[in-house]
């Protein structure tokens, strides 16, 4: 079965675009640039990271939910922290949004709502940063830490 997803749109001032939804591709309306992190999206595994300190693990994966639900056992989850047998979910793959980068840079930023908790519920914000690459490997992923509280920041090259 296939599902496909639309994406909301907002145009801001006239040169930002916000998308939320699953087809993982951004169009900067100021520069003209394209990203598409479809490819990016792992149907037979996900990705992993460690916090610098190893005081925690990160599964996710993009453009979908995690395929291991051995930690975080919800549904439609974008990213699950756990250490031992204590989890959270960080945010739900299906409040995707893309936008560019705060900095200005090259590249796009995807931001997930709805993690676990009341008040605030978790966020995660992954920085996807350009770089040279073969084309062949997605690149790394690094955690960079909780910025601010219930707020989880990745960046990716």
Not at 54 to 83: E, P
Not at 94 to 113: C, I, N, P, R
């Amino acid at each position: 079965m296939i599902l496909r997803f639309l994406w909301h749109c907002l145009f801001l001032a006239a040169s930002v675009s916000l998308c939320v939804g699953y087809t993982c591709q951004f169009t900067d309306t100021t520069t003209g640039d394209k990203y598409d992190l479809s490819q990016m999206e792992n149907y037979g595994g996900d990705y992993d990271t460690s916090a610098g300190d190893g005081s925690h693990t990160y599964i996710l994966n993009v453009c979908r939910a995690i395929n291991d639900k051995t930690h975080c056992t919800t549904s439609d989850v974008a990213v699950c922290q756990y250490k031992g047998t204590n989890a959270f979910f960080l945010g739900k793959a299906s409040t995707a949004t893309l936008s560019k980068l705060d900095s200005g840079g090259q590249g796009v930023k995807v931001w997930f709502q709805q993690g676990q908790g009341d008040n605030p519920p978790r966020q995660t914000f992954i920085n996807f940063l350009c770089a040279q690459t073969d084309g062949k490997q997605p690149g790394d992923i690094k955690f960079v830490g909780e910025l601010t509280p219930l707020k989880y920041y990745f960046e990716w090259r």
